[in-house]
Each structure stands twice: as structure tokens, then as C-alpha cells.
């Protein structure tokens, strides 16, 4: 099989993603407020923050999940507008894992993981199953392949979702809290997961709480709160040396 690494080659040379400026309003709640963010190809961003801080919504404006009312997105080069086809194009694009594994349970794993490359990427079902073996085996799970989601366990499950998001060749993955819903013995094997991802040269943000994560694999970790990003830094300085009294709070809070 060719070119089958978690990371396909970019169609553009710019940042692969872009905010400026964002903002977001639920009705009058102001939930975004002025994201800037450029993640480079290959870069790992880790987003952390309290609850309540506006971290899923900003990711889940990077697919288009939820819509922003003002400033640009800019995913691989496309930018993100009212354009159907382009949040269509975005999503393809983009890979997302989320913290219930929201995988479909009348679906054995090997059908969760081919029904969008046959659906959107219209490709062949034995290419289809082809690629979904190679990504459950690299999710360490090929056996399960023919049973259905309630048979495996969280762990098993999460990885799954990561194994479905890579059979559709994303350009960037973005996790959120994908081991919080999880049993302390099962974190380790998605963060292993994960990690291995991220070494693949995978363009990653991931919002977790899980800070040897961080430590292991971020370029840069960012602070939200309230809305806003309050601080970023290189892993090592952001946790020995953080500069605003929301993150010393929070990390006291969280380490
Ligand atoms: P985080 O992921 O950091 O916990 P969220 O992005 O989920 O934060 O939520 C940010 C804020 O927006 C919270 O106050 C939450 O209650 C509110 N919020 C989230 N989703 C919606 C929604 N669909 N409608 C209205 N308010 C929402
Ligand atoms: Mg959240």
C-alpha cells in the first residue's frame, strides 16, 4: 500500500491553520473573543484552560461544527465561509476525536471506520477496508475489526475513533479531552496513541488537562479563559514559569 503514514502531504505551503481575529457569540454570550492562532504544518498544540473557557467551541469552529460571526479561519489554505462546499472540503480535511468516542454502535468497527472514505471519498469498499485494517493495526486493535462498539472497552473504543479519523487521510487531527470520559488504566494506551501520531509528524491541537502529554509532545501550550487565549509558551517555560495569575491559579489547581 502507498503513502499510508498518518500524514498526507499538504496541498498548500501556508500555516495549516489559521485564525484571526475570531470571535464567537451564543445569542448575547460572548464565547470567543479575538482568537489568534497559527498552527504550522507538523505543529502540536495542546489547549488547556477551565471549564467553561471556550476550548471546545474554538476547536469545533476549526470543522465548522458551530459557526463564528467575525474574523477568518483558514484551514490548508481554504477559508472557512458560508460556501457548503467548502466546510464540506474543511471537514474531509479535518480529523476529530472527541471525548465520547461517538462511534456508531449498529456498526461493527471495520464498517465505522469505512463508512465515510465509501460516503464522502467515494472510495472502493475493499480499499476502504484495506485502509481501516491498516489504521486499526496501527491503533493496535485489529482484531476487534468485525465487532460492534459496545463490546469494547473505552480505551479500545477512543482508539477506534482515531483509527476512523485517519482512514479519511486528514491534514490535521484536533482532540477534545479524548481520555477524560476514560477509566484511569485506559488513559495511557490513547495517550500512547497519540503520541505515536504526533511522531509521525501529524499537525495535531488537542485540548487535555493531560500535562506529561503536553510535556512530551507539544510545540506550544495555550491558556484559555474566559473566552480569550491568555498565554502561550513552549511546554517547559508555560509550566515552570507562568506568567498570568489565571494560569498560576489554574495550574496550581490542575498539577
Ligand atoms: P470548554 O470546552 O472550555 O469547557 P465550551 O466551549 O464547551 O468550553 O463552552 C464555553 C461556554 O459556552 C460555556 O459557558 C458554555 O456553557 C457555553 N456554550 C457552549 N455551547 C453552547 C451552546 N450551544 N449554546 C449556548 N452556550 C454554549
Ligand atoms: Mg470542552
Redesign the pocket.
Known amino acids: 500500500m502507498s503513502n499510508l503514514s498518518a500524514s498526507p502531504t499538504p496541498q498548500s505551503s501556508g500555516p495549516a491553520i489559521e485564525l484571526a481575529g475570531v470571535n464567537k457569540w451564543?445569542g448575547e454570550?460572548h464565547?470567543l473573543r479575538d482568537i489568534n492562532l497559527r498552527v504550522r504544518r507538523g505543529e502540536k498544540i495542546v489547549v488547556c484552560?477551565p471549564?467553561?473557557?471556550?476550548?471546545?467551541?474554538m476547536i469545533r469552529c476549526i470543522n465548522r461544527l458551530e459557526e463564528h460571526q467575525k474574523g477568518r479561519i483558514v484551514v490548508d489554505g481554504v477559508e472557512l465561509t458560508n460556501d457548503l462546499k467548502k466546510i464540506d472540503l474543511v471537514r474531509q480535511e479535518v480529523g476529530m476525536v472527541f471525548q465520547h468516542f461517538n462511534l456508531f454502535p449498529h456498526l461493527t468497527i471495520l464498517e465505522n471506520c469505512t463508512l465515510a472514505p465509501i460516503w464522502v471519498r467515494k472510495m472502493p469498499k475493499k480499499k476502504a477496508e484495506e485502509v481501516a485494517m491498516h489504521f486499526l493495526t496501527r491503533v493496535r486493535i485489529p482484531e476487534q475489526a468485525n465487532k460492534y462498539p459496545g463490546q469494547l472497552s473505552g480505551g479500545q473504543q477512543q482508539r477506534v475513533a482515531i483509527a476512523r479519523a485517519l482512514c479519511m487521510r486528514p491534514k490535521v487531527m484536533l482532540f477534545d479531552e479524548p481520555t477524560s470520559a476514560l477509566d484511569p488504566e485506559m488513559v495511557k494506551e490513547v495517550l500512547d496513541t497519540m503520541v505515536s501520531l504526533a511522531n509521525d509528524g501529524m499537525t495535531m491541537i488537542c485540548v487535555t488537562h493531560e500535562m506529561g502529554f503536553a510535556r512530551q509532545v507539544a510545540d506550544r501550550v495555550i491558556f484559555?479563559d474566559a473566552g480569550q487565549i491568555v498565554e502561550e509558551n513552549e511546554p517547559n517555560a508555560f509550566f515552570s514559569n507562568p506568567q498570568h495569575e489565571r494560569t498560576k491559579l489554574f495550574l496550581s489547581q490542575i498539577l
Open positions: 451564543y454570550f464565547v484552560g471549564s467553561g473557557s471556550g476550548k471546545s467551541t484559555m
